[in-house]
């Protein structure tokens, strides 16, 4: 418990919204008082702070370097989740374990993955990039020569098009936000951009879509509108400074910022421009769930303003009242997060959190907030706003446009389809955490 001294600081803080929400500039003013208030500390700088006792890996030498680093044996549990580990005949997912990790880009190890039918093991030396169809000059890139034009870095999210769907289910999924929203992960991504290479082909003006074609055994392959390959997309040859891991496309895939993880076809290949979109088969039925009218949801590209709470949720339990930040996540395809807010009483009252800068377009924005838990029953929620002024739905908003399972499956048997409206956590006496709706 804190000392007297912390719990008179806790009276400084003000409390901005109902159940303990406290002001989000305590964060930039607090200093050393706050961080004693948060934490109970009792700051000194009396000998008896001095007196650390050594402890045994301190006694010794520690491991030798390796070549290429590994986490520490004690982050052994920071690990995605695998669906399908024995590798049957259908997709794998790689879930991103976002409430182990803090800040706003997923490590390289814990990117999320969907892989329909394994990772080919492409030789770069080999491999073929052809853009070709509805231009003057038909042409075929080796890794090399993408390597000799200008490279740019971009700061960007990539999502299923399905992440979150199991939350349309009627009745609440018992499950952590790494089986809720784990199929979502931001990088920084490095490479050459498409229309460098567009325009060295020569653009037909017939041509209005682009089909991009991965070299996996399905050789999946998308519709692209010739609008987004001319605006910000990439051929994307590193992955947070490193060529990319095997399972986000090695050595090269399509990245397109904001738009459906699906779109961004990996171990490209082939880019042939077209008038017309070819309804392969992941965008005329995979990712076209049926709506309460009755039409198809087709072609939606954007992933929407979304947010979600990853500090705390199911798997960190309170430890007992006291202080806490409330942490999670914000994006949205329409640029930059604007603001985010929580609330700690199932959406009664709210407050403004804090955005940890740099705040970038199209990728995760990371909002804090500071709470005191009283330690009775608490429901948190978050809403997020973004720069074109979209704001998060409701619940009842998302499921009135989009329909609701009837069922409660596990949450692999959910359709692809995007949810991107609140998540409640449930805050239980004991501090467990739990899925509910609220």
Known sequence: MPSSRSTRRWEDLEVVARNGLLDRRAFFKGGAAFAAAITGYTLSDSAAAQQLPDAPWSAAAGSLLTPYGAPSQF??????????????????????????????????????????????????????????????????????????????????????????????????IDATVQALHGLVSCAEWTGVMLSTLLEETGIDPKAKWLIAEGADSLALSRSVPMTKALDDAMIALYQNGERLMPGNGYPMRLLLPGWEGNMNVKWLRRIKLVETPAMSYYEARTYAPILPSGKAYQFYFLQEVKSFITHPSPGLKLSGPGFYEISGLAYSANGRIAKVMVSADGGKSWTQAALQAPVLPKAFARFRVPWRWDGGPAVLQSRAWDEAGNVQPTRAQIVAARGETKTVPNVMGFPNQHYNGPTSWGIERSGEVKHVYA
């Open 75 to 172: 982050e052994n549990g920071v690990a995605r989740t695998l669906s399908n580990p024995k590798g049957e005949p259908r997709t794998q997912h790689a879930r991103t374990p976002h409430h182990l990790i803090n800040g706003t880009f997923t490590p390289n190890g814990l990117h999320f993955i969907i892989s329909h039918s394994g990772n080919p093991d492409i030789d770069p030396e080999k491999h073929r990039l052809v853009i070709h169809g509805l231009v003057r000059q038909p042409l075929v890139f080796t890794l090399d020569a993408l390597m000799r034009y200008p490279m740019v870095s971009r700061m960007a999210f990539v999502e299923c098009g399905g992440n979150g769907a199991p939350l349309f289910s009627k009745e609440p």
